[in-house]
Structure formats: C-alpha cells, structure tokens
C-alpha cells in the first residue's frame, strides 16, 4: 500500500498514541546531567530513572544512554575511574535488561581495557545478552580526548528483535562515510550516544537529521544536560524518522525523552527513493 510520506510527522503523531501495535518500537531516551569523575553517583542515578522509564504506562522496547554516563569528562584521572574491562558496567546493563525485558543501548562509558581507555558503546538485548561492544572510532580533539583515549578500529551494527542496527558516539555523526558504511551493512536504524556541548546545537541537530535523511534510517540520539569539564551540554535529545521528520525532541533539561517508532518506515522510504540502487560509487573518485 503506497504510503503518504509527506504527511508522515502528522502519521506518526498519531501512532505516538498507539504503541502497542505491532512493527512499532517504543523508546526512551535518558537525557540526564553526569557528575565529573563520580561512577557510582552516576550509575545510581541512571539506574532510577531507567527504572521510571521501564515502569511507565508505555514500556519502552528500548532504553539509551548518553556518552560517558560514568566518569564524564574527567579526562585526567581516566585511567583510573575507567571501568576494568566494563565489567561492572556489563554486569549491571546486562541485569537491567534482562529483568526489565527492554534492549538496552548503553550509551558509552570510559573502559579500561588492558591498562587502555576507550570510550565504548555496550548494548545488550532484552535477554540481557551482550550483542554489541563498539569503541569510539574518532576522538574528539576539542575535547582533547585524542591525549587520554584511545580510538576504536572497527565499525560495529548488531540486531535486536532482528532488526539491522548500527551504533556511533557523538563526534562520529561528523563523519557521514560512517554512517553510510553502516547502511549499507544493513542498519536501519543509528543509535549515537553524546556529550555534545553548545554553542553546536545548529550542527548536532543538523548533523543528525542529515544521516537519517540520507541514509533512509531512524537516527535515534541521546545527549547529556549540565555543565562539566568547562563545557555546557544542551540535551536536545532527538529521534528522527527515515523521512527525516522528528519524531521527539528534548529540551535543555533533564527528561526522559520518549517516542514511538514504525519499523516498516524505513522500507517504505527505500522503495520510494531508490537511494540505495541508484548509488555510482565507481564514478564517484
Ligand atoms: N563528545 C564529542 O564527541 C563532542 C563532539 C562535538 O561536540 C562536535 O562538535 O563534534
């Protein structure tokens, strides 16, 4: 049935109301404030809000997190805040998912992986199990996380419910070969996990929309609140459908973003737009 995406923000107002039909995703994005260098303050208080995200009326299908939820910026003592081998963090995403039934897309945390630190992005699905542990390809200078970082080398997509997906961390979405790069592995859906500060709230708006647009997939993004390390984050946590209309948006404070989601959207705008097919990458160098 040919589907009227030009009205498509009004449709999916609409289906915002009615999560619980099927081919439909609810989700819940954690848009919080982070406490520099405070792990166990931090966990603490992902873990209540996480729970008032699962105990809502409308249970989420999926819960995300922002960037480095567990140490923040607190670059200069990273090697010693960093979780050893994400173990702890594992343990508990691992826990929450299981017992909650909700795929958990654990934004990312500072990981100290044999005596290294990389900011890693660990997803586990609704049996808890770990189906996805992606480490932060490109380092963000600004941030001088290239000084106590070390990069990841390998893109990573994963399926839950057996739906393609693709994950990246903040700075990546400024790099649109990425994105594609997942695509065209099969993600129909991006989940980027940031710590994204003013005064670039023009570009991470505009950045993420674009990714969803060309690429034909959900883009699905959670930013931090609050001040830390000399930066203000704004939030403006988005979920951006195919058509690349927003579908939820944060504002500057803490709140658990939520929306509603039409996993057949994606297909839908591939038909119509043939972006995929009608790619010339042999003319393109
Ligand atoms: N944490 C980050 O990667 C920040 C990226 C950022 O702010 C940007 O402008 O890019």
Not at 64 to 76: K, S
Not at 193 to 211: D, F, M
Request: glycine share 8%; charged share 25%.
């Amino acid at each position: 049935m040919p589907v009227n995406l030009e009205s498509n923000h009004v449709q999916n107002q609409a289906q915002n109301q009615d999560p619980s039909r099927s081919n439909r995703w609810r989700i819940a994005l954690i848009q919080c404030d982070i406490v520099l260098g405070q792990p166990e303050v931090n966990r603490a208080k992902l873990e209540a809000a996480m729970d008032r995200a699962a105990r809502a009326a409308e249970k989420p299908d999926v819960i995300l997190l922002p960037e480095l939820w567990n140490t923040g910026y607190a670059l200069t003592e990273i090697g010693r805040l960093a979780d050893p081998e994400g173990q702890n963090s594992r343990a508990w995403l691992a826990a929450f998912a299981r017992r909650h039934g909700i795929h958990v897309i654990g934004g990312s945390i500072a990981e100290n992986r044999s005596g290294q630190v990389y900011n890693t992005m660990l997803v586990f699905n609704r049996s808890g199990e770990e189906v996805a542990a992606y480490s932060k390809i490109h380092l963000f200078r600004l941030m001088e996380e290239d000084k106590y970082l070390q990069p990841g080398e390998r893109s990573v997509t994963f399926e839950l419910d057996g739906l393609p997906a693709g994950a990246e961390i903040c700075y990546d979405i400024r790099f649109p070969e990425l994105t594609r790069s997942l695509a065209l592995r099969g993600a129909k859906l991006l989940f980027v996990a940031a710590e994204w500060p003013l005064p670039r709230l023009n570009h991470w708006r505009t950045l993420l929309i674009a990714r969803a647009i060309e690429n034909q997939m959900y883009v699905i993004a959670c930013n931090r609140t609050g001040k830390g390390g000399g930066d203000e984050f704004f939030g403006h946590s988005m979920i951006i459908d195919p058509w690349g209309e927003i579908v939820a948006e944060g504002g500057e404070a803490e709140e658990i973003v939520t929306g509603s989601i039409d996993l057949t959207l994606v297909d839908q705008v591939r038909r119509r737009i043939p972006v995929f097919d009608d790619r010339r990458p042999l003319a393109y160098d």
